[in-house]
T-cell receptor
Framework: ETGVTQSPTHLIKTRGQQVTLRCSSQSGHNTVSWYQQALGQGPQFIFQYYREEENGRGNFPPRFSGLQFPNYSSELNVNALELDDSALYLCASRPGGSGNTIYFGEGSWLTVV | QKEVEQDPGPLSVPEGAIVSLNCTYSNSAFQYFMWYRQYSRKGPELLMYTYSSGNKEDGRFTAQVDKSSKYISLFIRDSQPSDSATYLC???????????FGSGTKLNVKP
């Protein structure tokens, strides 16, 4: 049990729509990151938040955006959905202090049709 | 060239076999190395974490890091059908701002 919960678990959207995915992590896990995992691939880093500020971003366009809240929850927003956005979206949290690895939630499966 | 290379498999072994899973990487700044296990349609589960070079053992699992060769390995002893999953290697530099993953090796342990 990683203490990272994500919602929704599955959803289907139409191309051009917008989606919001949510994540809740344990108290004290003040770093949260989001990853996209396409079928048969490893997770790809989207961005990371530390104490509500973005402090790292991967090669994803600006239509991928996020928020982190003081209660250790966070959101991933994707605008203008494209078919290639269909993937498993993973939220990962890292403990504060000496924590130097990341713990994943079960993910949100997004299908864009 | 990808930052992390991992043979996608699939790798099929009989129950009880010793399994060797490997990754190579190109960035000498990587210092933290992890192995995750991912069952079908589930999130990755942390198996092993090591810092810098050396070996780490946890039950049937042994992780090895050779920074001079930029090569990491995960060994599974006495493999079980329940070990059938995709194994992902991951690594990070000292600042932990980004974790780089391999594409995963799919393992099938046959009873």
């Amino acid at each position: 049990e990683t203490g990272v919960t994500q919602s929704p678990t599955h959803l289907i959207k139409t191309r051009g729509q917008q989606v919001t995915l949510r994540c809740s992590s344990q108290s004290g896990h003040n770093t949260v990151s989001w990853y996209q995992q396409a079928l048969g691939q490893g997770p790809q880093f989207i961005f990371q938040y530390y104490r509500e500020e973005e402090n790292g971003r991967g090669n994803f366009p600006p239509r991928f955006s996020g928020l982190q809240f003081p209660n250790y929850s966070s959101e991933l927003n994707v605008n203008a959905l494209e078919l290639d956005d269909s993937a498993l979206y993973l939220c990962a949290s890292r403990p504060g202090g000496s924590g130097n690895t990341i713990y994943f939630g079960e993910g949100s499966w997004l299908t864009v049709v | 060239q990808k930052e992390v290379e991992q043979d996608p498999g699939p790798l099929s072994v009989p129950e009880g076999a010793i399994v060797s899973l490997n990754c190579t990487y190109s960035n000498s700044a990587f210092q933290y190395f992890m192995w995750y296990r991912q069952y079908s349609r589930k999130g990755p589960e942390l198996l092993m974490y090591t810092y810098s070079s050396g070996n780490k053992e946890d039950g049937r699992f042994t992780a090895q890091v050779d920074k001079s060769s930029k090569y990491i390995s995960l060994f599974i002893r006495d493999s079980q059908p329940s070990d059938s999953a995709t194994y992902l290697c991951a690594m990070s530099a000292y600042n932990f701002n980004k974790f780089y993953f391999g594409s995963g090796t799919k393992l099938n342990v046959k009873p």
